[in-house]
């Protein structure tokens, strides 16, 4: 029977180690820190139940919905209210919704109306011919400025607190960098696409918002229960592997195969055996390092929050990246005349303010938010900042040579295999979508 070590009990290592198991292969994972689900935490505190890490997900592949049906018995999908679809854009001191649709998108005051002209234009458009052109060139050359700085920028800030000018659709948006190249347009690549009949498994992505009922900390629970807890080896620091022959030595015990999981950063020191030049391409990958807020309001008195939340343009010179109305996207979640917000601040252009102290941050949010959420008395019941150096991983332009050098590491010395957000996306349904393509892989083998 295979041996196979898996470092990092977040969600790619643990979804892995469950998919082994299923096949019959003997799993360890090694956790430096002493607690499972990696930077997933749950607090219940006051009456409220948020986030301190991710806070939610998108049902954005059948992986993740088949996961947590096999999980049911242990965990329960919490799907996002559906009045809460809107999103809004902050433009000139007032909140606007996100179009859409093609109508709407002609209609918002968010875009120019010479970028009206170009959206309407769009399916005419030459497809480009550069695969390394960065989102914001790729944006601007089809839809227009206006479109990159009120409906991009914003949503790029959302998912990756990141620069369209330096991530690359290539890699850090695929689908759409595939609508262009595949059918020349991003306006018929939707039309043709929304044409093509779905299998019922393609049908399970209908990349709706979820959390777990209880909070997201019951889905990394629920793979413990069924990894078992005598497999995970908490607290394990300074992890180093070693080579023995065609075996791999990691805290005294020989494995047939490694899984590495951990940031980019971290791994030529666990792979200490191996050449140093080989993660001279790895060890640059850039992560956003970003400030999460939770405020919570036993009483709320601002504005309706009745929408997703609001998405702040980089350009509109703000201290926040965007505010998540988390208690009218998940019901039960606060005190019932209360709200439940999320505020996250940094980012790849703003590091400086994740980097504030406390009560500095605090007065540069509440600034903002007493003006955007028109907050009359500004005393939330909860007030929680967590703060990430490396919280989300930039897919630029290098993104090509890491995945080399990636693939150069795992051919030369077989059993080894480096996972995680250093590469296949960033979402908790990528990690979930990497672990069973992995496991998949190595049970073929």
Not at 91 to 97: I, L
Not at 173 to 190: A, D, H, R, V
Not at 232 to 254: F, H, P, R, W
């Amino acid at each position: 029977m295979k041996k196979i070590a898996i470092i990092g009990a977040g969600i790619t290592g643990l979804a892995t180690a469950y998919y082994l198991q299923k096949k019959g292969i003997n799993v360890t994972i090694f956790e430096r820190e002493n607690h499972i689900g990696g930077v997933i935490k749950s607090p219940n505190e006051k009456g409220f139940l948020y986030e301190t890490g991710p806070n939610s997900g998108v049902l954005s592949s059948p992986e993740i919905v088949n996961l947590f049906e096999e999980l049911k018995d242990l965990c329960t999908l919490d799907k996002a209210n559906h009045s809460a679809a809107r999103r809004l854009i902050w433009k000139g001191n007032k909140w606007h919704a996100l179009p859409s649709s093609l109508w709407s998108a002609i209609a918002t005051p968010l875009f120019s109306w010479y970028d009206k002209l170009r959206i309407l234009a769009e399916p005419f458009r030459a497809k480009g011919t550069n695969p390394n052109e960065n989102l914001a060139e790729l944006v601007k050359r089809r839809m227009g400025k206006s479109f990159l700085n009120y409906a991009i920028d914003p949503f790029i800030l959302g998912i990756y607190a990141g620069d369209p000018a330096y991530l690359v659709p290539r890699f850090a948006l695929p689908k759409l960098y595939n609508l262009e190249q595949t059918y020349g347009s991003f306006i018929k690549g939707s039309i043709q696409k929304a044409k093509i009949p779905k299998t019922e498994e393609e049908k399970k992505a209908t990349r709706e918002i979820f959390s777990v009922k209880g909070g997201l900390e019951q889905f990394p629970k629920a793979l413990v229960t069924k990894i078992g807890d005598e497999n995970i080896v908490l607290n394990a620091t300074n992890l180093s592997v070693s080579k023995a022959e065609n075996k791999y030595i990691l805290n005294n015990k020989l494995f047939d195969e490694i899984i590495s999981t951990v940031t980019a950063n971290e791994l030529e020191n666990i792979f200490s055996f191996l050449p140093k030049g080989d993660f001279e391409h790895i060890k640059n990958l850039q992560y956003a390092e970003v400030a999460e807020v939770t405020l919570g309001f036993e009483n709320w008195n601002g504005m309706k929050l009745d929408a997703f939340g609001g998405l702040v343009p980089f350009g509109e010179n703000k201290n926040i990246l965007g505010v998540l109305f988390m208690s009218t996207l998940f019901k039960n979640r606060c005190p019932e005349k209360g709200a439940w917000l999320t505020i996250f601040t940094g980012g790849t252009r703003k590091p400086e303010l994740a980097k504030l102290s406390d009560e500095e941050l605090k007065n540069k949010i509440k600034n903002d938010l007493i003006q955007m959420l028109e907050i009359k008395e500004f005393k939330p019941t909860i007030f929680h900042l967590t703060r990430y150096k490396r919280a989300i991983a930039q897919y630029g332009i290098d993104s090509e040579n890491r995945l080399e050098a990636i693939r150069k590491i795992e051919t030369e010395n077989k059993g080894i295999h480096l996972a995680g957000s250093i590469r296949d996306g960033v979402g908790i349904a990528d990690r979930v979508k990497q672990a069973k393509d992995l496991t998949n892989s190595i049970s073929a083998d």
